[in-house]
Nanobody, 122 residues
Framework: QVQLAVSGEELVQAGGSLTLSCATS????????NGWIRQAPGKEREFVAA????????YYADSVKGRFTITRDNAKNTVYLQMNGLKPEDTAVYYC???????????????WGQGTQVTVSS
């Protein structure tokens, strides 16, 4: 069982920065890749970023590439999403999730955190 808890709900201005944290627990955490997925009002969930268990490889949606960075600290069982250059269109509920392997497919994530609201004002 993998459990995820997300922190970092914020209201930020366009151009600002924010870091989301995802604390994971469960004995199977060490075998899972992690990802961040977001859902804007009235839209489907959208892949944002993913990272392998070792952190050696990362993957990003085109919409966030160059602005967002996903990292992990396995000693702290925590995954981070550093978001720079935020835009109003980044406004969404952000979820941390875990999958058996790194994937850009939302449907392949097995475990999900509770989600946190990120609002970017123009």
């Amino acid at each position: 069982q993998v459990q995820l808890a997300v922190s970092g709900e914020e209201l930020v201005q366009a151009g600002g920065s924010l870091t989301l944290s995802c604390a994971t627990s469960g004995r199977t955490f060490s075998s899972y890749a992690n990802g961040w997925i977001r859902q804007a009002p009235g839209k489907e969930r959208e892949f944002v970023a993913a990272i392998t268990w070792t952190g050696a490889a990362t993957y990003y949606a085109d919409s966030v590439k160059g602005r967002f960075t996903i990292t992990r600290d396995n000693a702290k069982n925590t995954v981070y999403l550093q978001m720079n250059g935020l835009k109003p269109e980044d406004t969404a509920v952000y979820y941390c999730a875990a999958a058996r392997g790194p994937t850009m497919l939302v449907s392949e994530y097995d475990y999900w955190g509770q989600g946190t609201q990120v609002t970017v004002s123009s």
